[in-house]
């Protein structure tokens, strides 16, 4: 069986594949505040199937931020992919469900978007398993642990995608090491000068011991091995 490996391609931008299946989560982005978009190149290589993303099988949105959406680009890549399966959070969404897409299993839940003072948006945290993999995407979700514990309700998770916040408190860091098995940072700012990146750099400073098993993600493209950890 082929194990799940992931691309991400800009801030929050994903590409997982696991044999000749593959799904996008966040990936049709735009440029927003300090946010690195999905490159020109890299997009229209999506949107046309183009090697290596020849077969994509779901388009899914944790929310419709504009760093994390495009609705050019979305629409685009739905013109040239007509029957894929899509998660898009709407108003009248459901607040939690499945949906199977080729090689992919992906549970849906609805989560609060951290306080951001931007336009509201219907936020989702992402469970998704393929290739005898789990991978949790927390994308913006608030900072509550006992929400995300008691949606994982003590199920094993792989991996998990956090945003670099969940570094600052000291719940949340404990709530990483405990709920997945092994944790990345993402969704960084494309400059290592801005205050989110050094923010986060100072946390692994200041928390060694309890950071010492958490990657930050901090460049793009980068290739991830997503093989199952043992219980």
């Known amino acids: 069986m082929s194990h799940l490996q992931a691309r991400l391609l800009c801030n929050a931008g994903l590409y997982f594949h696991c044999g000749d299946s593959a ?6 982005n735009q440029s927003f505040r300090s946010f690195k978009a999905i490159s020109h190149e890299t997009a229209e290589y999506l949107i046309q199937g183009q090697a290596p993303y ?5 388009l899914f949105y944790t929310h419709l931020h504009p760093d994390h959406y495009d609705q050019d680009r ?17 108003q009248e969404t459901l607040e939690h469900g499945f949906i199977k897409a080729g090689g992919f299993t992906v549970e849906y839940q609805y989560f609060e978007h951290t306080p951001c003072g931007y336009t509201w948006a219907k ?5 998704l398993s393929a290739g ?3 991978v949790y995407l927390a994308a913006d979700a608030e900072l509550n642990p006992d929400a995300h514990r008691a949606f994982l309700a003590g199920r094993h998770i792989d991996y998990g995608f956090f945003n670099a916040i969940y570094l600052s408190h000291h719940e949340t860091r404990r709530l990483m090491n ?3 098995e092994k944790t990345y940072i993402y969704h960084l700012p494309e400059s290592m000068e801005d205050g989110i990146y050094r923010k986060a750099v100072r946390n692994f400073a200041r928390f060694p011991d309890e950071l ?7 460049r ?3 290739d991830l091995d997503l093989p199952p950890i043992g219980e």
């Open 54 to 58: 020849q077969r994509i099988d779901g």
């Open 178 to 180: 405990e709920a997945v």
């Open 123 to 127: 936020h989702y945290v992402l469970l």
């Open 212 to 218: 010492k098993e958490i990657t930050l993600l901090d």
């Open 220 to 222: 793009y493209p980068l």
């Open 74 to 90: 979305n629409n685009a890549f739905l013109q040239r992919h007509p029957g894929i399966q899509t998660f898009f959070p709407l």
């Open 23 to 28: 799904i996008l989560v966040d990936t049709l």
């Open 132 to 134: 005898g993999s789990t």
